[in-house]
């Protein structure tokens, strides 16, 4: 059989470093990683209930989180950073305040930063939220794995690979369909891999959609 690692794992401290940056003595490690859940949950929900756009892609490609001893620095990586500033000027205040009452156990100050991505569809977790709401509004699979890998070429990168497992467009047996356009080199270490596993709730049951997106070699 084919043994997988995920590629973010297998490529740490080359080219690939932590979402979340903290020390934490043993007995707290386990209280730290709910308390990163928690403030990560927290900020996709807000966005997911305060969202004004037809395709429903959130755009957050990643959450970087920073521990100090009085400071947690919050960082949001998104591809369409309008879709919280906009409507209302105090978005991040108001986040910052829910986020925090989220911890109520919590010591020190929160601060949320928002920093845009240039190319969006260049990123797996947004990409998949495309595929996503593609799917819950049954449009064929083919055609939304077609349409994402011709937004990830316009992003300029070298290779894309897609794939989506459950019941597909409904049928009685699972199975898994994929598609790659490019160079994916997922033994190479040197290989700058973004990737992302996402799970899509449909009419038909849970679909898992994955995506590997090979930005560049160094």
Same mark, same amino acid.
């Given at each position: 059989?084919?043994?997988?690692?995920?590629?973010?794992?297998?490529?740490?401290?080359?080219?690939?470093?932590?979402?979340?940056?903290?020390?934490?003595?043993?007995?707290?490690?386990?209280?730290?990683?709910?308390?990163?859940?928690?403030?990560?949950?927290?900020?996709?929900?807000?966005?997911?209930?305060?969202?004004?756009?037809?395709?429903?892609?959130?755009?957050?490609?990643?959450?970087?989180?920073?521990?100090?001893?009085?400071?947690?620095?919050?960082?949001?990586?998104?591809?369409?950073?309008?879709?919280?500033?906009?409507?209302?000027?105090?978005?991040?205040?108001?986040?910052?305040?829910?986020?925090?009452?989220?911890?109520?156990?919590?010591?020190? &100050?929160?601060? $949320?930063?928002? %920093?845009?991505? /240039?190319?969006?569809? !260049?990123?797996?977790?947004?990409? @998949?939220?495309? *595929?996503?709401?593609?799917?819950?509004?049954?449009?064929?699979?083919?055609?939304?794995? &077609?349409?994402? $890998?011709?937004? %990830?070429?316009? /992003?300029?990168?070298? !290779?894309?690979?897609?794939?989506? @497992?459950?019941? *597909?467009?409904?049928?009685?047996?699972?199975?898994?369909?994929?598609?790659?356009?490019?160079?994916?080199?997922?033994?190479?270490?040197?290989?700058?891999?973004?990737?992302?596993?996402?799970?899509?709730?449909?009419?038909?049951?849970?679909?898992?959609?994955?995506?590997?997106?090979?930005?560049?070699?160094?």
């Amino acid at each position: 059989m084919g043994q997988k690692i995920n590629p973010l794992g297998f490529r740490l401290g080359t080219t690939q470093s932590h979402h979340s940056l903290w020390f934490a003595q043993p007995k707290n490690y386990s209280e730290s990683l709910q308390e990163d859940e928690k403030i990560r949950d927290c900020i996709k929900n807000y966005v997911q209930k305060n969202m004004r756009i037809s395709s429903g892609v959130e755009g957050i490609a990643r959450i970087k989180i920073q521990k100090r001893i009085d400071l947690i620095q919050v960082i949001i990586y998104m591809g369409f950073p309008k879709l919280l500033i906009e409507g209302k000027p105090r978005r991040i205040e108001e986040l910052q305040i829910k986020v925090q009452k989220k911890l109520n156990c919590m010591n020190g &100050k929160l601060n $949320i930063a928002i %920093t845009r991505i /240039a190319n969006p569809y !260049g990123h797996p977790n947004i990409l @998949a939220e495309f *595929i996503a709401g593609q799917l819950k509004n049954r449009v064929s699979f083919r055609k939304a794995m &077609k349409k994402a $890998i011709e937004l %990830t070429e316009q /992003a300029g990168t070298k !290779g894309v690979q897609v794939q989506i @497992a459950g019941r *597909i467009d409904g049928k009685e047996i699972a199975r898994v369909e994929w598609i790659r356009e490019g160079r994916v080199p997922l033994q190479t270490i040197r290989a700058k891999i973004d990737y992302c596993s996402y799970t899509v709730r449909t009419i038909y049951g849970v679909l898992g959609i994955k995506i590997w997106i090979f930005v560049n070699e160094e």
